[in-house]
């Protein structure tokens, strides 16, 4: 006598497991498989998130023979992802930048001094190329010295330019009892004020 398990049949198959509930079939593999696959993705990702804490606590830690036996471990990952740093990482010693001025001297003699970083936006991309072009200008003036001043003569060709000066305004120490007392860092107290070149502009 066959028993009749029309309404609730389950058929166990080497490939896949189907289940019959009120003559609709159920795929209960396809639900499994998904959950799973999400906790197998969540435990990868905390497991990688986990490993890379590790690494980046691991890599600048004070020398010990715990530390060297750890970055044994941790040294392909560290020098893949370039993450060899020390322990500055977490507190950096932060350099003070120089920064770049020049005077324009007009064909009466008045000279006018312009900032030229005070016209960039700190939010726009640009700002780290032109930052890095007054750098280069400031560490070799005869390298870039008279390309740069032949531009800024032609830039302010309406103030009739006769010569352009090259600055480069370095700060001094700056404490945190002169902020208190409502000093800038850019006061003139605090900045010394070096000559990189002087060039003629051409004759009109």
Request: hydrophobic share 40%; glycine share 4%; with cysteine.
């Amino acid at each position: 006598m066959r028993e009749d398990t029309s309404d609730c049949a389950l058929i166990l198959s080497p490939v896949q497991w189907f289940g019959k509930v009120e003559g609709s079939p159920v795929h209960l593999p396809s639900l499994t498989s998904k959950q799973w696959r999400g906790r197998l993705t969540y435990a990868a990702m905390s497991l990688l998130v986990v490993w890379h804490t590790l690494a980046i606590v691991v890599a600048p830690s004070p020398d010990s023979a715990i530390t060297r036996s750890a970055r044994l471990l941790f040294e392909p990952y560290l020098t893949l992802f370039r993450l060899e740093n020390g322990w500055s990482f977490y507190a950096p010693d932060v350099r003070v930048e120089s920064e770049f001025r020049y005077v324009v001297e007009d064909a009466s003699g008045e000279r006018h001094t312009f900032v030229p970083a005070d016209k960039l936006s700190r939010f726009h991309p640009i700002d780290i190329w032109v930052k890095d072009w007054y750098i280069h200008v400031m560490d070799t003036p005869e390298t870039y010295g008279d390309a740069v001043a032949a531009y800024l003569c032609r830039e302010h060709a309406l103030l009739h330019p006769v010569s352009i000066t090259l600055l480069e305004i370095e700060q001094n120490e700056f404490s945190p009892e002169d902020q208190l007392s409502g000093k800038h860092p850019f006061d003139p107290e605090f900045l010394d004020e070096k000559t990189l070149t002087t060039v003629q502009c051409p004759n009109e």
